[in-house]
């Protein structure tokens, strides 16, 4: 009774170490890797791999883009509304084209922003509705470096709303259109 016992053990160790052997021995795109080209083929799956997952959004990218995107868009001011950290509105959309497309941060910047000869000054209103981090999205990628986010809110200020950010990555993600519905 014990031999069988020892000899179905060896049996199930080789039935599932096989396979892994097997398999070992492929590259990332089906082919058997060889002694020669091992090494190529590891720095290219390393590259394509380093490649793919800086252009696939996390929700962490997410979440820090629309928060930056937030804070730029309500800047310190002083008792007149004047902008502490920038003089012009040319300024402010230069820092804003670091994580959005100029057309988007134009949109925002003609509402909430009025230039003077004596500096920027942030308009009071209320803040647009906007990426909340903690609610449900959905993710839908497009397959060219494009993914649009869609998410449906409720809050006290804005009352009901979805959300449509579009995001394109090219080198680093940025916001590339946004609607409020």
């Known amino acids: 009774m014990k031999n069988k016992a020892v000899a179905l053990l060896a049996m199930c160790v080789l039935i599932l170490i096989i396979p892994v052997l097997i398999l070992s021995g492929q590259t990332g795109h089906g082919e058997i890797a060889t002694a020669d080209n091992s090494e190529q083929v590891s720095q290219e799956n390393v590259t ?10 996390s929700h962490a990218q997410l979440v820090s883009l629309t928060e930056k995107f937030m804070d730029l868009l309500v800047q310190e001011t002083d008792e007149n509304y004047r902008v502490m950290a920038y003089s012009s509105i040319n300024e402010l959309t230069d820092t804003f084209t670091k994580i959005a497309k100029p057309s988007v941060a134009k949109k925002y910047i003609d509402y909430y922003y009025e230039e003077k000869e004596d500096g920027l000054y942030l308009l009071p209103a209320e803040t647009p509705p906007w990426f909340q981090s903690g609610a449900e999205y959905e993710m839908i990628e497009s397959g060219d470096g494009t993914v649009k986010v869609v998410q449906d809110n409720q809050t006290d200020l804005h ?23």
């Open 48 to 57: 394509s791999d380093t490649n793919e997952a800086a252009s696939r959004l």
């Open 159 to 181: 009352g009901s709303y979805t959300l449509e950010l579009e995001l394109t990555f090219d080198d680093s993600w940025k916001i590339t259109d946004t609607k409020h519905s």
